[in-house]
């Protein structure tokens, strides 16, 4: 039995390079799955009816996490080589609410701690704190500096 999946309407800002998302297919009337590889794919997304799924524990797992323990409200995952650990819960008791993710380093303080919305938001924090991910050389990230 497959876990329920929430979506939202993702705003302008989250938009970039590497970012995923789901179209609405005019013809079929189906959300079909897209990664944004270059200008022309964010003027598409743009332009069009898009939605993106909120985080959840398969995109955790599909980012190379594996399982540590699962309950119904939360669940904490390790990284693959378990040097990192990574600690999700439900922001709100409402279903679909907004993840708060815990990211550290086993025997450091923690990384990163917060809100985060979908498995592009979570790539690009694994990838500020030096982990392994599949992001584009060529992300821009917050600070105006190429990563």
Partial sequence: MSEK???YTPEIEE????????????????????TIEDKHDLFDALNETTRVKLLDKDDALSLGWKPDQFTKEDFALNFEDEEWYMNIFPAS???????LVEIGRDGYDTGYFGEVKNKSELKFIMKRLGMKTNLPDNHIVNDNTEK
């Fill in 93 to 99: 008791s409402i279903p679909g609410s907004i993840c």
């Fill in 15 to 34: 938009f970039h390079v590497g970012f995923e998302y789901q179209l609405l297919e005019d013809d079929t009337n189906n959300w079909e799955d897209y």
């Fill in 5 to 7: 999946r929430y979506y």
